[in-house]
């Protein structure tokens, strides 16, 4: 399988970042991987970009803006960059049923990976986006 052409990260966790950005580098999953350390460099991020991601990972607790707020706010600058709705993945360590109601309230085209990202997880979100 191809790999996509932009796959934009959001997590606070250095180690999660650097561990998927290598995982996912190994796995040749994306072209290009972009890392944001919060939901308003994620923000401020699609605001600048000249690239629409193919994909988003996002975690839902962060400083600053979270998950939350970060799906509640990112229409307007996908709008701006002309994109059309990436599929946003949650990662995640919660199974509350209740953050996954809100954050489907938020933003329709998402799906909930728990964290860290495993192999068979990968290959399920490339059939996911073919």
Do not use: W
């Not at 939901?39 to 962060?62: H, R, T, V």
């Amino acid at each position: 399988m191809n790999p996509i052409e932009h796959l934009l990260l959001i997590d606070d966790s250095e180690a999660t970042n650097n561990f998927h950005n290598r995982l996912l580098g190994r796995l040749k999953f994306a072209k290009t991987i972009s890392i944001c350390t919060n939901g308003q460099e994620g923000l401020d991020f699609l605001s600048k970009a000249k690239q629409c991601p193919d994909l988003i990972f996002l975690d839902l607790n962060m400083p600053v803006i979270d998950g939350f707020e970060f799906l509640s706010l990112v229409h307007a600058p996908l709008e701006k960059l002309g994109c059309p709705k990436p599929l946003i993945v949650i990662l995640t360590s919660s199974e509350e049923s209740v953050d996954k109601a809100r954050c489907k309230s938020l933003y329709s085209h998402i799906e909930f990976y728990s964290k860290p990202l495993t192999i068979s997880q990968i290959t399920e979100l490339r059939k996911l986006l073919d």
